[in-house]
């Protein structure tokens, strides 16, 4: 893994963090607005844009395709191994979704290609007692979500947006793309997927960031 300028980042990643986590404490952007019947498309306190900001801890690892791999493990039957090449052997998969993020950007209608959640699951095999998808990334970056809401009709792991390889400040060569939920759950560089029975709050999760995420009931801390 190359990482540019360490001290920078360590010095950019402590500051975003203290924001990020006064952001929590106080309660910021929370619009208090009750629920609505029908789910609006842009979900209360979001504004849209229509560039694609770059959030991250500040280290963007370089992953070679010859040394990328995915493994996907834990409570399940068939534990295994991708590699870049046995990947790109997985049914193709593509979708149309837009990204909420906590920070109260929406962008619409982004283009994914790459390999659904569902494929994964179908493949892996998730015990009876697997309840929890637990994703880490290569730069240290952890992130949970419910086995349910990993296995959806829209979630997938991907290599391509808008027609192109995802770019490594995006997440690339791989990221998933959890569209349901606030965007921090969309772990990028992602290299392990572990299915558990106890669940394992990741890094915005332990630092005042609700569990669950969802942006329709303003789910951004807890
Ligand atoms: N590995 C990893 N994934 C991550 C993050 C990170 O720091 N590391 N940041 C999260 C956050 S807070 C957001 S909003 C989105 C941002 O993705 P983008 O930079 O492609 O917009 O990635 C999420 N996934
Ligand atoms: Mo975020």
């Known amino acids: 893994m190359v990482t540019d300028n360490p001290d920078d980042t360590a010095d950019r990643q402590s500051k975003l963090v203290a924001t990020k986590r006064a952001w929590a404490r106080e309660g910021r952007l929370l619009t208090g607005a009750a629920p609505s019947p029908e789910r609006p498309r842009l979900p209360p306190g979001q504004r849209l844009v229509s560039n694609w900001p770059v959030l991250d801890l500040g280290i963007q690892p370089d992953v070679p395709l010859a040394q990328w791999a995915l493994t996907v493990d834990g409570l399940v039957d068939h534990p295994f191994t991708w590699s870049w090449a046995d990947f790109q052997d997985q049914p193709a998969f593509s979708d149309v979704s837009d990204i909420h993020c906590v920070t109260s950007w929406s962008r619409y209608d982004n283009h994914w290609q790459g390999v659904s959640a569902r494929h994964i699951v179908e493949t892996a095999r998730p015990q009876a007692d697997a309840a929890h998808v637990i994703l880490h990334s290569h730069d240290g970056y952890i992130t949970n979500l419910s086995l349910s809401v990993f296995d959806d009709a829209d979630v997938l792991l991907a290599t391509a947006w ?53 942006p329709w009931t303003e789910q951004r801390y807890g």
Do not use: C
Not at 179 to 185: A, G, I, R, S
């Open 162 to 214: 808008e027609g192109k390889p995802l770019a490594r400040e995006h997440g690339g060569p791989v990221r998933l793309v959890v569209p349901k939920v606030y965007f921090w759950k969309s772990a990028k560089w992602i290299r392990r997927i572990q299915f558990t029975n106890d669940d394992m709050p990741g890094f915005w999760e332990v630092r005042g960031y609700h569990n669950e995420g969802d």
